[in-house]
C-alpha cells in the first residue's frame, strides 16, 4: 500500500494546496451554525435588522470564498490524481516489460490488465475524492463535535455518544468490506481472462460451433462477480439505515432535552438550533462515511494488488559479473549437460541435454510434440535460465553476457507470429528502429515476402494486424521471419517458422538464409527440411537421443530412418497429387 502512495511524493506541493483549502470550506461550514445561531438570537428575537444585516453580509462572503476555495481545489486535485495515475501505469508497465517469462507464468495476462487499468482507475478515483471530500468528512465530524460541545456541553453530549459507536460499526465493515472487495477484484479478472479468450479465439469457437459453451462459461464468470458485488454492496448499504436511525435518535433527543433547557433559560433558542444545524451536517458527513468506506476497502484491496506487481522482481537480470559484457559475436552456440524445470515444476522438461553448434551452421531441430523443443531455444536468448549445467556462446557463458548485448545479436521468430498494429514496414523495423527502406525492402525479400507484400493496396505502408489487412498464417511467418533476418543476428532461432510455407517457397528461403553468416537453430517436422541442415538433433521427452548430420543419423540411428521412410513415402504421395 505504501509502495503505491510513495507515486503522490511529487506531487506534495499542489496536494498539500488542495487540503488547505479543503480546510477553508471546512473551516467556513463549521461557523455557518454559529452564524446562525447569532442572527437567531441577537437579530431576529430581538428584531435588531442591523446585526440581521452584519451577519447575513459575513455568511453571504465567506460563502463566496468557500465556494472560490471549491473549485481550485477541485481543480488541484483533478491534477494530482491524474498525474499519480500516470505515473503509477507507467511505472507498472515498465514493470511488466522488465519481467522475465519465469515472472509472467506467475500471473495471469487478463489480471495484469486489469490491475494496471481498472485497480489503477480505483486508486485515482481515491485519491481524487481524499483532496475534496474524504478527508473533510471526518474533519466535519470531530470539528462539528468540538462546536457543538464549545457552544451547548450539555446538549451536546448526546452527540458525543452517539457518534464512537456509529464509529466503530464503520470500522468493522471497513475491515471484512476489504476482504469481500479483493475477492470481487479477482472475480473480475475472471471476467476480463474468458473475454479475451473469446475475442482471440472467435473465429475458432465459430469454427466448433462452440458459442453457447462460450456464453455459458461468460454467464458463470459474471454470474459469479455480480454474486460477489451484491454480497459486499448489501453489508455497504445496510450502513445506511443504520446511520440515519442512530443520528436521527440523537437529533430527537436534542430537540426534546433541548425545548425544556430553553424553557428552564440553561439554552438559548439559535443554541438548540446551532447543534440541530451541526447534527445534521455530521449525519451527512458520516452517511457520506459508507461511500468512503467503500472506496478504500476498493483501494486497500487494488493497491494491494498493483503493489504485488510493482514488489516482483525480475527473476533474470544481469549478473553483476556480467558487467565485463563481452559482446556475441560469432555465434557458435554450447549446450553442456543442460537439464531444465520450469518455476514450480517437478518434472524435468529438458534432461542432460549437451551438443555444439558452430558458427554459422544450421541446426535442425526435431521431436515429438511437448519433447522440449521450444524449452531449448528459449534458453539461447536466457529467457529462461538452464536449473542445472550450462549455455555457452562464443564459448563464454550465456550469464556473463549482459541481457541486451546478448538478445541484441539474437534473432528469434516464435512458434506463433505475432503482428503489431501498425503499417508492414514498421513490423519488419520493429527489429531494427533505425532500419532504412533499403534494409525492410531486403530482409523482405530474404522472408520470400516481398512479392506479396508489393501486391498489398498500400504495398509497405499497408497497415496490418487489428483493423488492418488479414494476412495468412504463412504471410505472418513470413513477416516474422524478416523482422528477425533485419536485425542481422549472429544467432538465427526459427521455431517451427516455416511449417505453413509451401516446399518451394520454403527452399528459397532457406537458400536467401544461407546467405547470412548466422548460425542457424531451426525446430521443423520436415524432414527434408532438416536435412539439408548441417546437423539433426532429435528430442524425445527432454533427452537428446541423436544428433548429428543426416547422411550419418541415416546409418547410425534407427529413430532416424523411420522418421525419413515415414516422411518420403509421405511426400512422394504430396507429389504424386
Ligand atoms: N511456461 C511453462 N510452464 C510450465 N511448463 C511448460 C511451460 N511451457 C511449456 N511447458 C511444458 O514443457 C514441455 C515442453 O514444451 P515445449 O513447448 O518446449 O515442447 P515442444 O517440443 O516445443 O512442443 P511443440 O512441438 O508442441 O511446440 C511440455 O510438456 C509443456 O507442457
Known amino acids: 500500500m505504501n509502495r503505491v502512495f510513495s507515486f503522490l511524493k511529487p506531487y506534495r506541493l499542489p496536494a498539500g494546496l488542495a487540503l488547505t483549502l479543503m480546510l477553508v470550506e471546512l473551516a467556513v461550514e463549521l461557523?455557518?451554525?454559529?452564524?446562525?445561531?447569532?442572527?437567531?438570537?441577537?437579530?431576529?428575537?430581538?428584531?435588531?435588522?442591523?446585526?440581521?444585516?452584519?451577519?447575513?453580509?459575513?455568511l453571504l462572503a465567506m460563502s463566496i470564498f468557500a465556494f472560490a476555495a471549491g473549485v481550485t481545489n477541485s481543480f488541484l486535485a483533478s491534477r494530482v490524481s491524474q498525474g499519480f495515475a500516470y505515473d503509477l501505469r507507467s511505472s507498472l508497465f515498465k514493470k511488466v516489460q522488465s519481467f522475465s517469462f519465469s515472472n509472467l507464468?506467475?500471473?495471469?495476462?487478463?489480471?495484469?490488465?486489469?490491475?494496471v487499468t481498472n485497480d489503477v482507475n480505483t486508486i485515482q478515483m481515491t485519491v481524487f475524492m481524499s483532496l475534496r471530500i474524504m478527508l473533510r468528512a471526518p474533519l466535519l465530524v470531530i470539528g462539528g463535535t468540538v462546536m457543538a460541545l464549545f457552544v451547548n456541553a450539555k446538549l451536546a453530549l448526546i452527540l458525543v455518544i452517539a457518534i464512537p459507536v456509529l464509529i466503530f460499526f464503520l470500522l468493522w465493515v471497513l475491515k471484512t468490506g476489504g476482504a469481500m472487495f479483493r475477492a470481487v477484484q479477482e472475480r473480475l479478472d475472471k471476467v476480463n481472462g474468458v473475454m479475451?479468450?473469446?475475442?482471440?479465439?472467435?473465429?475458432?469457437?465459430?469454427?466448433?460451433?462452440?458459442?453457447?459453451?462460450?456464453?455459458?462459461?461468460?454467464?458463470?464468470?459474471?454470474e459469479d462477480l455480480r454474486k460477489r458485488t451484491?454480497?459486499?454492496?448489501?453489508?455497504?448499504?445496510?450502513?445506511?439505515?443504520?446511520?440515519?436511525?442512530?443520528?436521527?435518535?440523537?437529533?430527537?433527543?436534542?430537540?426534546?432535552?433541548?425545548?425544556?433547557?430553553?424553557?428552564?433559560?440553561?439554552?438559548?433558542?439559535?443554541?438548540?438550533?446551532?447543534?440541530?444545524?451541526?447534527?445534521?451536517?455530521?449525519?451527512?458527513?458520516?452517511?457520506?462515511?459508507?461511500?468512503?468506506?467503500m472506496a478504500f476497502s476498493r483501494t486497500r484491496a487494488s493497491s494491494q494488488?498493483?503493489?504485488?506487481?510493482?514488489e516482483t522482481e525480475p527473476h533474470l537480470h544481469d549478473l553483476s559479473s556480467a558487467s565485463r559484457s563481452p559482446e556475441v559475436t560469432d555465434g557458435s552456440v554450447e549446450f553442456?549437460?543442460?537439464?531444465?524445470?520450469?518455476?514450480?515444476?517437478e518434472t524435468p522438461v529438458l534432461k542432460g541435454v549437451s551438443f555444439t553448434?558452430?558458427?554459422?551452421?544450421?541446426?535442425?531441430?526435431?521431436?515429438?510434440?511437448?519433447?522440449?523443443?521450444?524449452?531449448?531455444?528459449?534458453?539461447?536468448?536466457?529467457?529462461?535460465?538452464?536449473?542445472?549445467?550450462?549455455?555457452?556462446?562464443?564459448?563464454?557463458e550465456a550469464g556473463q553476457y549482459r541481457l541486451q548485448n546478448l538478445r541484441e545479436q539474437i534473432g528469434y521468430v516464435p512458434q506463433e507470429s505475432i503482428l503489431f498494429t501498425g503499417t508492414v514496414k514498421d513490423n519488419i523495423a520493429w527489429g531494427k528502429p533505425d532500419a532504412t527502406m533499403e534494409d525492410i525492402i531486403q530482409a523482405a525479400k530474404d522472408a520470400q515476402i516481398h512479392d506479396t507484400i508489393e501486391n498489398l493496396p498500400k504495398g509497405y505502408d499497408t497497415v496490418v494486424g487489428q483493423k488492418g489487412v488479414n494476412l495468412s498464417g504463412g504471410q505472418k511467418q513470413r513477416l516474422s521471419i524478416a523482422r528477425a533476418l533485419i536485425r542481422k543476428p549472429a544467432i538465427l532461432l526459427l521455431d517451427d517458422s516455416t511449417s505453413a510455407l509451401d516446399l518451394?517457397?520454403?527452399?528459397?528461403?532457406?537458400?536467401?538464409?544461407?546467405?547470412?553468416?548466422?548460425?542457424?537453430?531451426?525446430?521443423?517436422?520436415?524432414?527434408?527440411?532438416?536435412?539439408?541442415?548441417?546437423?539433426?538433433?532429435?528430442?524425445?521427452?527432454?533427452?537428446?537421443?541423436?544428433?548429428?548430420?543426416?547422411?550419418?543419423?541415416?546409418?547410425?540411428?534407427?529413430?532416424?530412418?523411420?522418421?525419413?521412410?515415414?516422411?518420403?513415402?509421405?511426400?512422394?504421395?504430396?507429389e504424386a497429387l
Open 504 to 574: 518451394k517457397t520454403e527452399g528459397k528461403l532457406m537458400k536467401a538464409l544461407g546467405t547470412y553468416p548466422c548460425t542457424t537453430f531451426l525446430i521443423t517436422q520436415k524432414i527434408s527440411t532438416a536435412s539439408a541442415s548441417d546437423q539433426i538433433l532429435i528430442l524425445d521427452d527432454g533427452e537428446l537421443m541423436e544428433h548429428g548430420p543426416h547422411e550419418e543419423l541415416l546409418r547410425t540411428s534407427d529413430i532416424y530412418r523411420r522418421i525419413w521412410q515415414s516422411q518420403m513415402k509421405g511426400e512422394r504421395v504430396h
Open 105 to 115: 507464468d506467475e500471473f495471469l495476462t487478463s489480471s495484469l490488465i486489469t490491475r
Open 196 to 222: 479475451k479468450e473469446n475475442l482471440a479465439g472467435m473465429r475458432i469457437i465459430k469454427a466448433f460451433l462452440n458459442s453457447g459453451y462460450e456464453i455459458r462459461r461468460f454467464t458463470g464468470a459474471t
Open 336 to 345: 553442456q549437460n543442460v537439464t531444465f524445470y520450469y518455476p514450480g515444476s
Open 357 to 396: 553448434a558452430d558458427k554459422g551452421t544450421t541446426t535442425a531441430i526435431m521431436g515429438a510434440t511437448g519433447s522440449g523443443k521450444s524449452t531449448l531455444f528459449q534458453l539461447i536468448p536466457r529467457l529462461y535460465d538452464a536449473t542445472e549445467g550450462e549455455v555457452f556462446l562464443d564459448g563464454e
Open 31 to 58: 461557523a455557518q451554525p454559529l452564524i446562525i445561531a447569532r442572527m437567531i438570537d441577537d437579530g431576529i428575537l430581538q428584531k435588531d435588522m442591523g446585526v440581521i444585516w452584519l451577519w447575513g453580509g459575513a
Open 230 to 293: 451484491t454480497t459486499v454492496l448489501r453489508l455497504i448499504e445496510m450502513t445506511m439505515p443504520i446511520l440515519y436511525f442512530v443520528m436521527n435518535a440523537g437529533i430527537i433527543a436534542i430537540l426534546w432535552f433541548g425545548a425544556g433547557e430553553v424553557s428552564s433559560g440553561g439554552a438559548k433558542v439559535g443554541e438548540v438550533v446551532a447543534i440541530v444545524n451541526y447534527s445534521l451536517r455530521i449525519t451527512a458527513a458520516i452517511s457520506m462515511f459508507s461511500f468512503i468506506i
Open 305 to 310: 494488488r498493483v503493489s504485488e506487481v510493482l
